[in-house]
């Protein structure tokens, strides 16, 4: 398809570097996308699934043209959990339209630098072929995947100190890092498949001419990126889960001695009640109203006492016997 670029540009954001024209547009509206689809052969219902925020990635495939949906987190605030949004493309023989909602903070950065007169910088990202602009997307975008990734292991290492620590409630904190590395494990997953797809049967479709470099290797690059990603997202599952049975186990230790402490206080005081309530008031106690001068008006207190020590001598012996207290 022959595209009329100066005529194309009316309400929305291009750039053109040699023979290949990058169309980028944030938050898509339907106006928007009515002008993308008079000027390129798209689908409607590829037209549909730009307009949905939903949409599982997949890869459809035309004969001038694929239209591929992928997901990436936005930039990951401390201790939240990362949000995703969806990134579509559209890439023909000549040109790439990327429509995305505005938060793949990299892809924006990206085209404002494409946009810059520098020639030579635009050349460098752009090159003359869809595929090629393609790598330079992804790439970034992954790139930002990495950094996402550094910052849920700076995470988990903190974790790792957390759980140890009595003083320091770290469930909550436990909880958010799992739904991080959950996250992130669904969006790498489907953008492995895809990126392996794209690789083997899609790059050299849309590269140009054979005096550009081979793109094949550098889309094994990215694929190398993400299967890393894919891995350390693994290991650091393996080791939330391990950190949140420990918090676990701690927790429910702690929790034990209290009950086990409670419990033997509780059990030393029965013999000392039992006792009491034979005598009730009956006895005579030093400093009350119905204290004596005779010592042995003070027997009943001092058997009262003496019982009740021996009862609770024997259950701390006991106790200590069958394990239940420890020095």
């Known amino acids: 398809m022959e595209l009329d670029f100066p005529n194309y540009v009316n309400g929305l954001e291009t750039i053109t570097n040699q023979d290949l024209l ?19 052969p798209i689908h409607e219902l590829n037209i ?8 599982l990635p997949k890869i459809d495939r035309y004969d001038d043209h694929i239209f591929v949906i992928l997901q990436f987190p ?11 949004t969806q990134l579509s493309l559209f890439i023909g023989k000549d040109y790439l339209i990327s429509i995305t909602q505005g938060d793949l903070h990299p892809l924006t950065e990206l085209f404002r630098t494409c946009k810059s007169r520098d ?20 790439d970034a975008l992954v790139d930002n995947l990495l950094h996402i990734l550094m ?8 974790i790792e100190d957390e759980v140890f620590d009595d003083k320091v409630a770290n469930a909550k904190e436990i909880s958010i890092l799992r739904r991080e590395i959950t996250t992130l494990r ?10 392996l797809e794209i690789t083997s049967r899609d790059v050299k479709r849309f590269s140009s001419s054979p005096e550009e470099e081979d793109l094949i290797d550098y889309f094994d690059d990215i694929n190398d990126h993400i299967s890393k990603v894919l891995e350390a997202l693994d290991e ?5 889960e391990i950190y949140k049975d420990t918090d676990n186990m701690l927790n429910s230790e ?19 009640t039992v006792a009491g309530t034979f005598y009730g008031m009956n006895i005579v106690i030093p400093g009350s109203v119905n204290q004596s001068e005779n010592i042995i008006d003070y027997f009943p207190l001092i058997l009262t006492s003496s019982l009740s020590s021996l009862a609770a001598g024997v259950m701390i012996y006991y106790f200590r016997k069958l394990g239940w207290i420890r020095s």
């Open 254 to 272: 702690k929790t034990n001695k209290i009950l086990s402490f409670l419990t033997i206080l509780f059990t030393l005081s029965i013999p000392i």
């Open 186 to 195: 669904r969006i790498v997953l489907p953008l492995k498949r895809i990126m």
């Open 119 to 138: 020639h030579k910088i635009r050349n460098n990202f752009m090159g003359g072929s869809p595929g090629y602009l393609l790598h330079s997307i992804i």
């Open 74 to 84: 936005t930039s990951l605030k401390e201790r939240a959990a990362p949000n995703f």
């Open 151 to 158: 910052k849920i292991i700076g995470n988990l290492d903190d």
């Open 48 to 55: 549909e699934d730009c307009l949905s925020k939903n949409q």
């Open 236 to 240: 650091s599952k393996e080791t939330i």
């Open 22 to 40: 990058w169309v980028y547009l944030e938050r898509p509206t339907r106006e928007k996308m009515d002008i993308v689809s008079k000027n390129f």
